[in-house]
């Protein structure tokens, strides 16, 4: 059983800055990517980052460019968020998630092709 553990969400104000970490716990597994994924009340899940760790690519949401960086530790499969210049808008409840397969990048993007999810940290960001 591999599991995932989110840390680090809060209240902020707007403006402000967090960081969230995730870290994989259980049955050893590898993972070829890790991503973020959050969803706020009445909403979709929606894409936020990804890192593949073969290339050390990270993919993000177009309206997370700039503001959010992902990075992360392959050998202890562990991803972080860093977040700035937070806005109400971002006010949601953020997953990790890990995939075990390869897929195409443009993969990562959708939650459907991650196998391990987190239970989600909720981010709070005041006006």
């Known amino acids: 059983q591999v599991q995932l553990v989110e840390s680090g969400g809060g209240l902020v104000q707007a403006g402000g800055s967090l960081r969230l970490s995730c870290a994989a716990s259980?049955?050893?597994?590898?993972?070829?990517?890790m991503g973020w994924f959050r969803q706020a009340p009445g909403k979709e899940r929606e894409f936020v980052a990804a890192i593949r760790w073969s290339s050390g690519n990270t993919y993000y949401a177009d309206s997370m460019k700039g503001r959010f960086t992902i990075s992360g530790d392959n050998a202890k499969n562990t991803v972080y968020l860093q977040m700035n210049s937070l806005k109400p808008e971002d006010t949601a409840v953020y997953y990790c998630?890990?995939?075990?397969?390869?897929?195409?990048?443009?993969?990562?993007?959708?939650?459907?092709?991650?196998?391990?999810w987190g239970q989600g940290t909720q981010v709070t960001v005041s006006s």
């Open positions: 998630a890990a995939t075990s397969a390869y897929f195409p990048a443009s993969f990562y993007y959708s939650s459907n092709y991650y196998d391990y």
């Open positions: 259980g049955r050893t597994f590898s993972s070829y990517a």
